[in-house]
């Protein structure tokens, strides 16, 4: 429509501020912008006068995205990571994938809410909670859980309050949103997007992504952020530039499952009947569209769903990578400051920031030794045991064994049980997440929705090895062009709960006790 003439960036802008103000900030209130900016219109309005010239700077000129709160912006908006001890002086550098937004034409719209310093605080944290901007609601039933910790991110796609937005995910925190709220979610390889001025989890497993209503929206966000040279301030963008192509739309196939190799790792059924009755269909579907279907199992499932060795590197890495981030910060508490800072603020504004759940992981990562990598930490393992046992069971025994051994194009599971209600009490209700293998070892892994049960939307993850976005991208769209499996959601006050849209299915007995994972979705 742009390009024919028949909508300006700043009717479009316009359009998304009115339903933000009409929807998120009130109405059935979704909270999912934790703020909008101030410029977005002034934005649009350049952007519209340069397309006027005829110079189009690509197809996200004038496209209006959102970021969550933890990515850096040089502009008149905060970036808190949820957190108070981060408001005040905005930014003083755009983060780099904010400058590649810019640079590709887009308007950033505003900022997402999030589960609070990526929900790496509390093991009984209410996703998408912050105490900067409260509670994030699921759009497909207000009192339902977006997942976090992009649940803005991923809200806000799904109810069209913007385009496409932007998340991150050091463990979960894109396709789990993406899962809970019905939208695409590509997390990339650690890596291919910088996470130059984005408030840190893990150097080790940090990336940064899209969500997006279809694959191709996905994938055109994907094309704009890569990081195509190396970025100075993230020495994980150092090498592999020659693995990124020209434009991830090229990837794009509704035949994308014909001929395709998969495996389907039957670990991660047996959580949730309801879900793996999407799950069976979404099977048989891929085999009606021509994939082969290979049922196999990871090595170190039991390890890689403990998750000690990540925990761990999580926990040492956050300790000094978060004193790094601070550092780059003025005009804020916790400017130039470390952990032991922030937990000190905390404790000083206890009625704000720990009115629901305290900071447990806060607490254990201060613990940790960090001057030595093979020290013994809390644990029981030092970080350079668990760096190689992670290794170990994501890649070598995990998903680069899987898929030579059986000669998979990708590996799929599904992503996430379905929504629960927020529960601000006692946490989030958590009970399977197949995003592991691939974090602990910075694989990509897409997310689509595949069907919907008792109201609320499910999704199918792909994950493969990295740089594999290309092969991931043309089996996810082949899967999407095959169920049209994404249903409109409609902003209910709560789910009326009267059947599934499919029956319950018998499902598989889980490998493991249904015991609450260590920690949530980061």
């Not at 802008?13 to 410029?39: C, E, F, H, W």
């Not at 195509?228 to 993230?234: L, M, N, V």
């Not at 879900?275 to 579907?285: M, Y």
């Not at 013994?376 to 899987?402: H, N, R």
Request: charged fraction near 15%; charge should be negative.
């Amino acid at each position: 429509m742009m390009t024919a003439g028949t909508l300006t960036s700043v009717s479009l802008v316009n359009m998304y501020l009115a339903r933000i103000t009409t929807l998120d900030q009130s109405g059935p209130t979704l909270n999912s912008i934790i703020q909008v900016n101030p410029d977005a219109k002034t934005i649009a309005q350049q952007l519209d006068a340069e397309r006027a010239t005829g110079h189009v700077r690509g197809p996200l000129h004038g496209i209006p995205i959102v970021l969550k709160d933890n990515i850096d912006t040089h502009d008149q908006m905060q970036t808190a990571a949820g957190s108070l001890g981060l408001v005040g002086t905005p930014a003083l550098r755009d983060s780099t994938v904010a400058s590649n937004l810019r640079t590709a034409g887009a308007v950033i719209l505003g900022k997402t809410t999030l589960s609070e310093w990526a929900n790496f605080r509390s093991f009984f944290s209410s996703s998408g909670w912050s105490g900067r901007g409260g509670q994030c609601n699921n759009p497909y039933a207000i009192d339902r859980n977006p997942c976090g910790s992009s649940s803005g991110s991923g809200a806000a796609t799904s109810a069209n309050m913007t385009a496409a937005s932007i998340g991150t995910e050091t463990d979960g925190s894109i396709v789990c949103p993406a899962n809970a709220n019905g939208v695409v979610g590509i997390k990339p390889t650690v890596g291919l997007v910088s996470r130059a001025g984005v408030v840190p989890i893990s150097h080790t497993q940090d990336t940064v992504g899209p969500h997006g209503r279809t694959v191709a929206d996905a994938a055109t966000v994907l094309t704009g952020i890569v990081q195509r040279t190396p970025d100075s301030r993230d020495p994980a963008t150092s090498t592999n530039r020659n693995l990124i192509p020209a434009d991830y739309t090229a990837f794009l196939n509704p035949n994308g499952l014909q001929g395709a190799r998969i495996g389907v790792a039957v670990e991660f059924e047996g959580f949730s009947p309801h879900l793996d009755s999407v799950f069976e269909t979404s099977r048989t579907a891929m085999k009606a569209a021509g994939a082969t279907l290979v049922e196999v199992t990871f090595p170190h499932f039991q390890d890689i769903f403990t998750g000690t060795a990540e925990f761990t590197v999580l926990l040492f890495d956050f300790k000094v990578d978060l004193q790094k981030y601070l550092a780059t910060r003025t005009g804020v508490p916790l400017a130039n400051g470390t952990l032991a800072d922030a937990i000190a603020f905390n404790n000083a504004h206890a009625s704000q920031e720990l009115q629901f759940f305290g900071q447990e992981i806060f607490e254990l990562a201060q613990t940790f030794d960090t001057t030595s990598t093979t020290v013994v930490q809390p644990t029981g393992m030092s970080y350079a045991d668990a760096i190689a046992a992670d290794k170990l069971f994501g890649a070598t025994e995990g998903i680069d064994q899987l898929l030579s051994q059986n000669n998979l194009d990708a590996i799929v599971a599904p992503t996430d049980n379905p929504s629960w209600p927020t529960d601000l009490i006692n946490g989030d209700h958590f009970s399977i997440g197949s995003s592991s293998p691939a974090a602990v070892v910075g694989y990509p892994i897409i997310n689509v929705p595949m069907g919907i049960t008792f109201g609320v939307p499910v999704g199918i993850s792909f994950m493969g090895t990295a740089f594999s976005e290309p092969k991931l991208i043309r089996l996810a769209s082949g899967f999407e062009a095959t169920t049209h499996a994404r249903v409109k959601p409609q902003l209910l006050e709560t789910l009326p709960l009267t059947s599934a849209t499919s029956g319950p299915g018998k499902g598989r007995a889980p490998t493991r006790s249904k015991s609450r994972p260590l920690i949530g979705h980061l």
